[in-house]
């Protein structure tokens, strides 16, 4: 069986949403710890996000109270969603992945 262009697109968003996960819950158990070495940059956050993490690392910041206080994050993460959905609308109407 060949794997359709929607099963490839499936199993690379869920394995960047659980990375994204994985990064944002790390971040935030290290900054209760005060360690600012270990942290990971607001730029990587994003990066994963822009990756196609966003919907789950959204998710994770609300569920786990991370970042919910950073603007940057409340308006950039839902800009990187609504982005990406027009990425994947653009694709199907130019016929690049079929439904």
Same mark, same amino acid.
């Given at each position: 069986?060949? #794997?359709? #262009?929607?099963? /490839? &697109? *499936?199993?690379?968003? =869920?394995?960047?949403? %659980? &990375?994204? /996960? ?5 971040? !935030?158990?290290? @900054? !209760?710890?005060?360690? $600012? ?5 607001? !730029? @990587?956050?994003?990066?994963? @996000?822009?990756? *196609? *993490? ?9 569920? /786990? ?6 603007? @940057?994050?409340? $308006?950039?993460?839902?800009? /990187?969603?609504?982005?990406?959905? =027009? &990425? ?6 130019? *016929?690049? %992945?079929?439904?």
């Amino acid at each position: 069986m060949i #794997p359709t #262009p929607w099963l /490839i &697109l *499936g199993i690379y968003v =869920a394995v960047i949403s %659980l &990375l994204s /996960i994985i990064v944002c819950v790390y971040d !935030k158990k290290i @900054s !209760k710890r005060n360690n $600012v070495k270990l942290r990971i940059p607001e !730029k @990587s956050l994003f990066i994963w @996000s822009a990756l *196609g *993490g966003s919907v789950a690392m959204y998710i994770t910041m609300h569920l /786990i109270r991370h970042k919910t206080k950073h603007v @940057s994050f409340m $308006v950039g993460i839902p800009v /990187i969603i609504v982005l990406q959905v =027009a &990425l994947i609308g653009a694709l199907i109407y130019f *016929g690049i %992945l079929p439904i």
